[in-house]
């Protein structure tokens, strides 16, 4: 009998493929030779995974009769939780048809899911299929709902469904790290400089407490921070300051500094003029006047400047919804473009901003990154290339509508103006060299790595308001919009608590490989024939080969 050579093709693949093939069926190893590698879970998440100790669930609303589409996102969420439950067998899961089991809307609703109804055309009959496409993360008492489905506006189905799927480690193991995680991080809002109401920030308030244990910090002496808060602050590791109206004391500007210093992470949202939608709607024209806060030196020290001019964008706007008339006594609506209230739209990969709806910005100032500094400066929003700047005071009237990108007084065109940066690295104390350093114990000149987030609008974080009731953040009570106001927070605070960088999972990208529809249309019979016939030679090459192989051995 002839020898078969391991060199050649049928040697490969009977000494060496099969075998291999074998050895990984059985052992339950895969191999993951994607580009992206897609099927390779990041040593932050194997790590957040290990330290697990107590046994969590996670239910998974993703089973029944639904569209291939919803079946893909079904097999992925299947495969990442089966390699959860490798990394740590504590973690378990189970696939639920909430149909099938009988659960009500009204019991789904309660949960914090929202139904995605599609439609479904069979024998010419259309009818609407109800999916609740989540996760119920749960460990003990504690529990969490997560969205499988990315909730991002005015793209199609198939960009967000692999958005979903690039946003699944990241949704699946930081929810997963909430929930089993004993001890929360302390979120700080400060109380002290005319803030934003507590009906206007409640929005805020829900999506943090949602992660971490959020409170006011109030001066002990109801005046300015002073030595005496320096307890409570120590605990916080995170500081919100949003839309300040009071100025600083050069007081608290070195607890500020001292708190940033000592590895406290913050988050401004600061109106460096004051305009008020509000007023404008009443009265039709308004004065803004730019409003000092007495930070304007604190900033410089980070490598940053805004800007007391009102920034207009005339190609990325929201819109507002205005009386334009009246039918028969009722009012008649209508949306028009408004230029001062800007959209955020994420141009670039950064985690923060990445895969969320457009961010409303109302009445906002623009920031100077000056450079010079050690630390890396990331633009989060800027502006487009057609945009105005209107300096103040100077009146904002309701007819600028009728012409957006026409030059009023004080306005000039200008390049795009930055709306929010991140700051990363090691900062310097801007009282280093001076004898306020003297008044505080413990004083420190540099600190660890850190982060820090800067909005020129004090109104990101504010939550609309009907009747005394607050709406949810990023909703527009006029036009029913919902903009991604509280997904940017959201990840903001995220990205300055999180010690595991789970947030450089957002940054995944599964690349689409797409067949060439034109291609397949022209060569579809071939390609069948194809199928069809080369089985049949394979298996007569075999079944020749065989037949030769024991003629010369027996014949």
Do not use: C
């Not at 995974?49 to 299947?78: C, H, N």
């Amino acid at each position: 009998m002839k020898k078969i050579s391991l060199k050649s093709p049928f040697g490969i693949l009977l000494f060496v493929i099969l075998p291999l093939s074998i050895i990984l069926m059985f052992s339950g190893i895969r191999l993951d030779l994607t580009k992206e590698k897609r099927y390779t879970l990041s040593e932050s998440t194997i790590k957040v995974l290990e330290s697990i100790k107590k046994p969590v669930t996670v239910d998974v609303y993703l089973e029944g009769d639904f569209p291939a589409s919803f079946k893909q996102l079904q097999s992925e969420t299947r495969f990442m939780l089966e390699e959860f439950r490798k990394i740590n067998p504590k973690i378990d899961f189970k696939f639920i048809d909430p149909i099938k089991t009988k659960m009500s809307q009204d019991t789904l609703m309660a949960m914090g899911m929202q139904p995605s109804i599609l439609p479904d055309n069979k024998d010419g009959k259309i009818t609407q299929i109800y999916l609740f496409p989540y996760a119920v993360v749960k460990q003990g008492r504690n529990g969490a709902s997560i969205p499988l489905v990315v909730q991002q506006a005015n793209i199609n189905a198939d960009d967000q469904l692999r958005k979903s799927i690039e946003n699944l480690e990241y949704n699946l193991v930081s929810n997963i790290k909430s929930v089993a995680t004993n001890k929360r991080k302390k979120v700080g809002i400060l109380v002290n400089q005319d803030e934003l109401r507590p009906e206007e920030f409640q929005g805020f308030m829900n999506l943090a407490l949602e992660s971490y244990d959020a409170g006011p910090v109030i001066p002990k002496n109801n005046v300015e921070l002073t030595l005496a808060d320096l307890p409570l602050l120590k605990q916080m590791s995170a500081l919100v300051i949003a839309k300040p109206r009071k100025a600083f004391t050069d007081g608290e500007k070195v607890i500020l500094d001292q708190y940033i210093m000592n590895g406290g992470k913050t988050l401004w949202m600061i109106d460096a003029v004051n305009a008020e939608m509000d007023t404008l709607t009443r009265s039709k024209k308004v004065m803004p006047f730019p409003v000092d806060i007495n930070m304007t030196d604190f900033f410089f020290n980070y490598g940053l400047r805004i800007n007391p001019a009102l920034v207009k964008d005339v190609k990325k706007f929201a819109l507002l919804k205005l009386v334009t008339g009246e039918v028969g006594g009722n009012p008649q609506y209508t949306s028009l473009p408004w230029p001062y209230f800007p959209l955020g739209i994420a141009e670039n990969n950064n985690p923060i901003t990445k895969n969320i709806n457009p961010v409303k910005f109302e009445f906002p100032t623009s920031i100077d990154t000056l450079g010079g500094k050690k630390f890396k400066t990331k633009v989060l929003f800027e502006s487009s290339e057609r945009t105005l700047l209107k300096q103040v005071p100077n009146y904002v009237e309701l007819s600028e509508i009728a012409s957006v990108d026409s030059l009023g007084q004080m306005e000039k065109p200008s390049t795009p103006k930055i709306f929010a940066v991140a700051l990363e690295g090691k900062f310097s104390s801007a009282y280093a060299s001076r004898i306020e350093r003297q008044s505080y114990p413990g004083f420190k000149a540099t600190s660890p790595e850190n982060k820090m987030i800067v909005i020129a609008d004090g109104d990101v974080g504010r939550n609309k308001t009907h009747k005394g009731e607050p709406l949810p953040l990023g909703v527009d009570r006029l036009t029913d919009e919902q903009f991604g106001n509280e997904q940017f927070l959201r990840n903001a605070l995220d990205y300055l608590l999180d010690d595991s960088n789970l947030m450089e999972l957002r940054n995944r990208n599964i690349e689409e490989r797409l067949l060439d529809r034109h291609r397949i249309s022209e060569e579809k019979a071939n390609w069948q024939w194809f199928n069809l016939l080369l089985p049949l030679v394979i298996i007569g090459l075999l079944g020749g080969l065989f037949f030769y192989l024991r003629k010369k051995k027996f014949g």
